[in-house]
């Protein structure tokens, strides 16, 4: 059976490797997250420019034209949108972590001192070791794994595209109109 000791050592666990996880997420892991997702994006777009043909030299030669007099569209209230809404979350989820932290260290610390007397400290001292092994697991996982596996798939992406564009065009075709896709288009994947 469980001593009071070992209950209280549970507890401190949970707490700190809960309190450490959401800190750690929204720390390294995001930035961590942020860097996989523009390295797959990336990794996709030229897997497509390798692999897809989608229009001879003179329609390709008239998209670079269009292209290079195209402005890009301003996404900045977009992105202030995001970065509102992630601020928002980022308050609530340490608002969350901060109260069951403290509630929780509180009540670990009263367990100690009611009945048979427990050494706090030394209970927090174990949990503190546990957590750091933790803490590296967790680092070491994510920076020499987790950021190396490659999740996105270029086939279904270029798949999805290609469906895209052929029922985009059947929808103009259908409209009267074909200026998206005509004769000349090929794919090669």
């Known amino acids: 059976m469980f001593s009071k000791k070992d209950y209280i050592s549970i507890l401190i666990n949970v707490i700190l490797a809960t309190s450490f996880i959401g800190i750690f997420f929204f720390t390294y892991g995001a930035k961590v997250e942020e860097d996989i997702a523009k390295a797959q994006a990336n990794y996709i777009v030229d897997a497509m420019m390798d692999d897809v043909d989608l229009l001879p030299e003179n329609k390709l030669n008239d998209i670079k034209s269009s292209l290079q007099n195209m402005t890009p569209p301003d996404l900045s209230k977009e992105d202030n949108e995001v970065e509102e809404i992630n601020k928002k979350l980022l308050v609530k989820a340490l608002t969350v972590i901060g109260i069951i932290f403290i509630v929780g260290m509180a009540t670990a610390y009263y367990l100690c001192q009611i009945g048979e007397k427990v050494n706090f400290i030394e209970v927090l001292k174990s949990g503190l070791i546990v957590l750091t092994f933790i803490g590296l697991?967790?680092?070491?996982?994510?920076?020499?794994?987790?950021?190396?596996?490659?999740?996105?798939?270029?086939?279904?992406?270029?798949?999805?595209?290609?469906?895209?564009?052929?029922?985009?065009s059947t929808s103009s075709i259908n409209n009267g109109k074909n200026d998206i896709i005509n004769d000349d288009v090929y794919f090669s994947i």
Do not use: G, R
């Open 137 to 168: 697991t967790e680092f070491s996982f994510l920076t020499f794994f987790a950021s190396k596996f490659i999740s996105a798939d270029p086939n279904f992406v270029k798949q999805t595209f290609i469906n895209k564009i052929i029922d985009k």
